[in-house]
């Protein structure tokens, strides 16, 4: 599913501005998005999924605005934090909860559960499974990134899926995310401060700096470089013309003056 951002502008009194002017995620892509704490990943995320209403512009998925119409919901999936979770049900209740707002049987639920156990510890699925408030980060943080797998949706939007997982299910999970674009073509969104996972399984990584995409490019084998330096402030000076690059091709937007 395709997903366009026009004159997008969010504004949150004085102290922060979100602004992307043209941001184009083509169907079957795995873009990243990355950023310092505060840089407006999340917010932009929430504006795709009309969790929030922009200022200015707007957000359209498969071609249809997010805000005036409800058709992608039911193509879209996505999990932002703990919020999304429903923390009085087990793992399982919770997925059979998720499975039934996109028309699956429980018999559909538990065959694509199949899939994850060995993603999932003892006390997540079966019988001496906790209630998803009792579960460690790290496991609540599993359930809620495997709930939005489950539908098998046109678009995967996930903020930070792997903050607080361990190295396994880290690896484990960048398995299952490019299994997911590979099998079923899968549009990702996916927004990190981890440098080395995004860019191993997006193929194109925007910076987010201050509200304003500072840079947007295809991932090669050296973006992981590239992005420790930015980050380091060594290359700052060096991303308005790769900003411009960005734009002209259609993949990004600089930002305003």
């Given at each position: 599913?395709?997903?366009?951002?026009?004159?997008?502008?969010?504004?949150?009194?004085?102290?922060?501005t979100?602004?992307?002017?043209?941001?184009v995620v083509?169907?079957?892509?795995?873009?990243?998005?990355?950023?310092?704490?505060?840089?407006?990943?999340t917010t932009?995320l929430?504006?795709?999924?009309?969790?929030?209403?922009?200022?200015?512009?707007?957000?359209?998925?498969?071609?249809?605005?997010?805000?005036?119409?409800?058709?992608?919901?039911?193509r879209?999936?996505?999990h932002?934090?703990?919020?999304?979770?429903?923390?009085?049900?087990?793992?399982d209740e919770?997925?059979g909860?998720?499975?039934s707002?996109?028309n699956?049987?429980?018999?559909?639920?538990?065959q694509?559960?199949?899939?994850?156990?060995?993603?999932f510890t003892d006390?997540?699925?079966?019988?001496?499974a906790r209630y998803i408030?009792?579960?460690?980060t790290?496991?609540a943080?599993?359930?809620?990134v495997v709930?939005?797998?489950l539908?098998?949706?046109e678009?995967?939007?996930?903020?930070?899926?792997?903050?607080?997982?361990?190295p396994r299910?880290?690896?484990?999970?960048?398995?299952?995310l490019?299994?997911?674009?590979?099998?079923h073509?899968?549009?990702?969104?996916?927004?990190s401060?981890d440098?080395?996972?995004?860019?191993d399984?997006?193929?194109?990584?925007a910076?987010l700096?201050?509200?304003?995409?500072?840079?947007?490019?295809?991932?090669?084998?050296?973006t992981?470089?590239?992005?420790?330096?930015?980050f380091a402030g060594?290359?700052?000076?060096?991303?308005?013309?790769?900003?411009e690059t960005?734009?002209?091709?259609?993949?990004?937007s600089?930002r305003?003056?």
């Amino acid at each position: 599913m395709r997903l366009e951002a026009q004159g997008l502008v969010k504004q949150f009194g004085d102290a922060f501005t979100l602004s992307i002017p043209e941001l184009v995620v083509e169907d079957g892509a795995a873009f990243g998005l990355v950023g310092n704490n505060g840089a407006g990943k999340t917010t932009f995320l929430r504006l795709a999924l009309d969790l929030l209403r922009p200022d200015e512009g707007h957000v359209a998925l498969g071609g249809a605005r997010v805000a005036d119409s409800s058709g992608w919901k039911k193509r879209t999936s996505a999990h932002l934090g703990a919020s999304f979770l429903i923390d009085f049900l087990t793992p399982d209740e919770f997925f059979g909860f998720v499975g039934s707002t996109y028309n699956l049987s429980p018999g559909e639920v538990e065959q694509r559960l199949d899939s994850y156990r060995s993603f999932f510890t003892d006390d997540v699925l079966g019988p001496d499974a906790r209630y998803i408030r009792d579960l460690s980060t790290g496991n609540a943080k599993k359930v809620g990134v495997v709930a939005a797998l489950l539908p098998r949706p046109e678009l995967l939007v996930l903020d930070e899926p792997f903050a607080n997982l361990d190295p396994r299910s880290q690896i484990q999970l960048k398995d299952l995310l490019r299994r997911r674009r590979t099998e079923h073509g899968t549009t990702m969104v996916i927004s990190s401060h981890d440098l080395l996972h995004v860019t191993d399984v997006c193929e194109r990584i925007a910076v987010l700096d201050e509200g304003c995409i500072a840079r947007d490019e295809p991932t090669t084998p050296e973006t992981l470089d590239t992005l420790e330096a930015y980050f380091a402030g060594e290359d700052r000076a060096a991303a308005p013309s790769s900003v411009e690059t960005a734009t002209s091709s259609g993949n990004g937007s600089a930002r305003p003056a």
